[in-house]
């Protein structure tokens, strides 16, 4: 995640109703490049300022299986009254 107040981190659930951990990266500010990549259950999460040279942030094993998940991108201002607003550019998912 790239986050005014957090900066770079992963942050996961490692089962589905479990709770979230968290594994702080590199200070960093938007924009940035974030990446998963995954090798059966494990997913690492890599930041970078230019989208060639990579910071690896963590890696966790996930209970998702090792078929095929759905994927998305996420947004939040963490408060109710405040409507956050991102672009996000150059996705790509590869299977």
Do not use: C, K, Y
């Not at 970078?48 to 963590?58: C, K, L, N, P, R």
């Not at 759905?70 to 996705?91: K, P, Q, R």
């Amino acid at each position: 995640l790239v986050s005014r107040d957090l900066g770079l981190a992963f942050q996961r659930r490692v089962q589905e109703f479990a709770a979230s951990s968290h594994t702080a990266g590199p200070a960093g500010a938007a924009p940035q490049w974030v990446r998963l990549t995954r090798a059966g259950q494990l997913v690492t999460a890599s930041v970078s300022m230019d989208g060639a040279t990579w910071i690896e942030v963590g890696s966790d094993a996930l209970a998702i299986g090792t078929g095929p998940v759905l994927v998305g991108l996420a947004l939040t201002s963490h408060e109710d009254s405040i409507i956050a607003t991102a672009t996000f550019d150059n996705v790509t998912v590869t299977p």
